[in-house]
């Protein structure tokens, strides 16, 4: 896995110098269906993110301007979903995906996308998709 990239590892990684950022069970009101109660009421979901993040060489120095910081990752996927109604759960989770492959530093991205409360006898239903960071010429 990774060779398009250099990264053997999408967890965090010693050798290959990845860092693992997350974001988990974040809860966020939106409209996001096919239906038309969806498209009217927001509803809750639940959002995970798990990024790959190449170590820059640089020393860290305590600073946050060395570092994908999560607090910005929570504002992307919040500005996402301000931005309006979305039909499917497929669509959000590449809309957030993409935002967060947009920094260089990211190599990859799963993001998972739940409505819990959308079918009673379920806890949650979504989906889940991971990208890649494509090489400097195939994108």
């Known amino acids: 896995m ?3 990239t250099g990264i053997t590892s999408y967890l965090a990684s010693g050798k290959d110098r990845v860092r693992h950022v997350f974001v988990r069970d974040l809860e966020i009101m939106a409209l996001l269906g096919v239906y038309d109660r969806e498209k009217r009421k927001p509803q809750r979901i639940v959002v995970n993110i798990d990024l790959s993040v190449r170590e820059d060489q640089a020393i860290l120095a305590d600073d946050i301007d060395h570092v994908v910081s999560y607090e910005a990752v929570v504002r992307r996927v919040e500005a996402i979903v301000a931005q309006g109604h ?8 590449e809309r957030i995906a993409e935002a967060c492959l947009a920094d260089e530093r990211v190599s990859a991205a799963r993001v998972r996308v739940e ?6 006898n379920a ?3 979504g989906v889940e998709i991971e990208r890649l960071r494509q090489p400097a010429g195939q994108r």
């Open 2 to 4: 990774g060779t398009d």
């Open 123 to 125: 806890r949650s239903v």
């Open 115 to 120: 409505k819990p409360d959308i079918i009673p």
């Open 86 to 93: 979305v039909h499917l759960v497929e669509t959000l989770a």
